[in-house]
């Protein structure tokens, strides 16, 4: 299926990008960019390819999206974006402030959104794509591929599709 390839493709970019994350918490070295990319390229385009287009196709075949393993994995997407969220906030006091709270806080934070990351991933990897794969058709393959193409178009536009893959590639 293109459609869980293409999302397996971003799992890999997100992957990449993890370690940065980690390095940005010490010294908060290229914040701005990390930042970014977790709040555009993860949340708004990956997140928002399953969220707007993958998840209400599953419902189509038959699987809830208001209970189980689907309200499960939006649930972690809206975890994920509020540990992005404390992050923004807590990159300057912890790293150029020095407030020791806060740097315990920031370290905490970015434990917490990569083990979350790193369990979504499997997650999906593990359960969600071979459902897709097996409930979905060839159409419905079609029409998710145009969606997401049509969201990565809008939303943020090929050339800073591409400056995300880029960033991740020299981070990791």
Not at 38 to 43: A, C, K, L, S, T
Not at 104 to 117: F, G, I, N, S, T
Not at 140 to 147: E, I, S, T
Request: aromatic share 8%; hydrophobic share 45%.
């Amino acid at each position: 299926m293109e459609a869980t390839r293409q999302l397996r493709e971003e799992h890999r970019v997100i992957e990449k990008a993890i370690p940065m994350l980690e390095r940005v918490a010490a010294t908060s070295v290229g914040a701005e960019e990390v930042l970014e990319f977790f709040r555009v390229f993860v949340d708004r385009c990956h997140h928002g390819k399953e969220e707007l287009y993958l998840f209400p196709a599953l419902e189509s075949r038959g699987v809830l999206r208001r209970e189980g393993f689907v309200l499960e994995l939006l649930k972690e997407h809206g975890v994920a974006r509020r540990y992005v969220g404390d992050l923004a906030g807590l990159i300057h006091p912890a790293t150029v402030d020095g407030n020791e709270s806060s740097r315990q806080l920031l370290d905490e934070r970015v434990r917490d959104l990569v083990a979350l990351l790193r369990e979504h991933i499997a997650k999906e990897e593990e359960r969600l794509w071979p459902l897709a794969e097996r409930l979905l058709t060839m159409e419905d393959d079609a029409a998710l591929v145009a969606g997401f193409a049509d969201l990565q178009h809008n939303l943020i536009g090929e050339r800073d599709y591409c400056k995300y893959l880029n960033w991740a590639r020299l981070w990791g």
